[in-house]
């Protein structure tokens, strides 16, 4: 199946999409039918600070339009905060959309894990994730959220993170572990920034890491649409 991403939200997660599905296509043995365009991070930030779902909705739809005229038979977005608008995009969308959120859950309950930790943009973490994990306790920073928020958003403008900012993820990390949390989980797909290479001292999922499968899964063949849209 070719697969169609949006990406441009932010480069280094659009780029960290791209290599992890190339190796996780590589490794099955199978060949990779890819597809990227490029959004406005800029525009996606000031939708989502000011809940423009529609708006933003709007600005995929085009993009989700030109995927399919190159032969994509999928689309999927390469942030999992540009997941705010999700069932604006599907009403719009001439493809079919494949979440980044909706298997989450699934992964986490296999996984034996019923709290989970979250890290990512603001409105991820104040609404754990848009409220969609429904058998999964979630908790965050909750008197951090503007302040890591804002971090975020820098780094992903960025695309680099500098050593204090690394430092300030990481010990919020270990804060939730301590109220509880199983597992911290990357809900920013640019916080393999942050996190690639490091050994935190407690256990880390990158939400990433269960879509790009997800999409592996669909470009070789392994699942269907049906089963996952």
Do not use: W
């Not at 190339?22 to 809940?51: P, Y």
Request: glycine share 10%; with cysteine; aromatic share 6%.
């Amino acid at each position: 199946m070719h697969i169609g991403l949006i990406g441009g939200i932010g480069p280094a997660a659009t780029v960290v999409y791209y290599q992890r599905l190339c190796a996780e296509m590589a490794a099955r043995g199978a060949r990779l039918e890819l597809t990227i365009v490029q959004a406005d991070i800029h525009e996606l930030i000031a939708n989502n600070l000011a809940d423009r779902r529609e708006a933003q909705a709007a600005a995929y739809a085009p993009l989700i339009d030109r995927l399919r005229a190159a032969g994509a038979e999928c689309a999927a977005i390469t942030s999992l905060g540009g997941h705010f608008c999700f069932a604006e995009t599907v009403a719009r969308s001439s493809l079919p959309l494949v979440s980044a959120v909706r298997p989450l859950d699934a992964f986490f309950t296999a996984g034996g894990i019923g709290c989970v930790g979250l890290l990512g943009t603001r409105v991820v973490m104040r609404t754990r994730l848009y409220g969609q994990l429904e058998r999964t306790r979630a908790i965050a920073p909750d008197d951090e959220i503007e302040e890591l928020g804002q971090l975020y958003q820098d780094m992903a403008v960025a695309g680099t993170c500098d050593a204090a900012t690394r430092a300030r993820f990481l010990k919020a990390g270990r804060q939730m572990i301590d109220q509880g949390a199983e597992a911290v989980v990357l809900a920013g797909t640019d916080l393999n920034l942050a996190f690639d290479g490091q050994n935190p001292g407690y256990p880390v999922i990158d939400a990433l890491d269960v879509h790009v499968a997800l999409l592996a899964d669909l470009a070789s063949g392994r699942a269907s649409l049906e089963a996952v849209v």
